[in-house]
């Protein structure tokens, strides 16, 4: 959400912002209707001073014993004008919030120009990608030959796009749940929770993903309830209309959910096996804190996915995305992508971004600090801590053996009973 405050002040550096995202913002309706709605503000003022007179007058002539029908009818007029003037405000408020809500936020200055993929920044990687001497198979067919994922059943279920994992196969996407929580919980220090996997449409609104992505999000019209594409959006707005205390920041939540997402801008895209799904398992990372110390924040995120494809031996690399790439709410943001070596592609598994007050502002979330008069909106960020389906796709294709096997690394093998390898049916 913009701050028309500052869009009176500086609309043409907003407007040149925004353009930065390839979105053109209609700077010149929302001036005109915000000063519609400033002329109607003073006209309401004096309406009501008269409303003062109007009712002295009618007091007056009522002390003096004299028919107050004439008093009366002109205060009677005043009060339709207030009336008139307070609907037609009411119009413009919601006229001009919805022209804001329609525009993305203001990426950073730090973030790279461009508007699209090819022109995203590496600005780390882990190392060498890695060499195998024999053959590879990609994710897919060391799936079905270990029998550990059934894309079929899953679109006999429901539709393509929704996986079956079986056996090994759903231990394994369970210890990944898991070992991704405990090392989040124990080792950098975030609150667990478990979210509603629905939310309303003021949460999506909140958070950002209406009205862009609508299209995207799978909506059960009998209710009224979203499907989450990301546990993002229920963390978030547990703060929706809150005033924090500045000594509760910075809040740092961890959580898993199943994430719905309809891709429906993906025509044509690669849908082989576990690529491109519809639900896919994530655990997510918000941290909401001090603007001050937002940029800090995004940097820890970022830190705190990345300990996790080290320990488990993924080759990674991060991506600063230019402003064009961005999603609608994000003002810097950092992709993490893993090497899937069978597939022979660099895969997205994780999302960093910061939002800066963009997300508060839609959701009135707001935070008390000693050095302010009023309360402020604090920086909201999130990020992937990770997405399992990728990941799942990576460490299946970078621990597989020449024998079709597939390795566990160390630390997810108490998650898995101790096995060390997938064999197959037999374990």
């Known amino acids: 959400m913009h701050d028309i405050r500052r869009l009176r002040e500086q609309a043409d550096l907003v407007k040149a912002n925004i353009k930065r995202k390839g979105f053109d913002a209609d700077t010149d309706a929302a001036l005109a209707l915000d000063k519609e709605w400033r002329e109607l503000t003073t006209k309401g003022d004096q309406l009501k001073a008269e409303l003062n007179k109007a009712s002295k007058a009618i007091g007056m002539a009522k002390k003096a014993g004299r028919d107050a029908a004439e008093e009366m009818e002109a205060a009677r007029q005043v009060r339709d004008n207030i009336s008139a003037t307070d609907e037609r405000k009411k119009v413009l408020e919601e006229q001009i919030r919805i022209l804001l809500q329609s525009w993305p936020a203001e990426p950073d200055t730090k973030a790279p120009e461009g508007l699209t ?18 053959n590879l ?52 220090g975030y609150t667990e929770l478990f979210v509603p996997f629905m939310a309303n449409r003021d949460s999506v609104l909140g958070t950002g993903q209406l009205p862009k992505l609508e299209e995207d999000m799978y909506y059960i019209n009998k209710d009224e309830f979203y499907l989450i594409p990301t546990a993002e959006v229920p963390i978030t ?7 924090l205390r500045h000594d509760e920041l910075p809040v740092k939540y961890v959580a898993y959910s199943p994430c719905f997402r309809r891709e429906a801008g993906t025509y044509g895209a690669d849908t082989r096996g576990l690529l491109r799904i519809h639900q896919f398992n994530k655990v997510e990372l ?25 320990t488990l031996g993924i080759t990674w690399r991060v991506l600063d995305l230019c402003a064009g790439d961005m999603s609608f709410a994000a003002a810097r943001c950092f992709d993490i992508e893993v090497w899937a070596p069978g597939t022979g592609r660099w895969l997205e598994a ?14 009135n979330l707001r935070v008390k600090i000693p050095t302010e008069k009023k309360p402020v909106f604090p920086h909201t960020l999130n990020g992937s801590g990770l997405a399992t389906s990728r990941l799942m796709v990576a460490l299946m294709e970078t621990w597989q053996t020449p024998e079709n096997r597939i390795r566990i690394p160390k630390p997810l093998q108490p998650y898995m009973n101790g096995l060390d390898q997938i064999r197959g049916k037999a374990g």
Not at 117 to 134: L, R, Y
Not at 155 to 176: C, D, N, Q, W
Not at 237 to 243: A, F, G, P, S, Y
């Open 237 to 243: 707005n547990m703060h929706r209309d809150d005033t």
């Open 286 to 310: 918000v941290h909401i804190v001090d603007p001050e110390k937002s940029e800090a924040a995004q940097l820890e995120i970022l830190s705190h996915a990345l300990k996790i494809l080290d």
């Open 350 to 363: 994780s999302s960093v971004s910061n939002f800066r007050d963009f997300q508060a502002r839609r959701m």
């Open 117 to 134: 993929a090819e022109q995203n920044i590496v600005a780390s990687e882990s190392g060498e990608k890695p060499s195998f001497d024999f």
């Open 137 to 188: 198979l990609d994710h897919l067919e060391l799936g079905e030959k270990l029998d550990i994922l059934d894309m079929p059943r899953g679109s006999k279920i429901t539709g393509s796009g929704f996986p079956v994992y079986k056996g090994h196969g759903a231990t394994l996407e369970r210890a990944l749940i898991q070992f991704m929580l405990d090392t989040h919980i124990r080792e950098h």
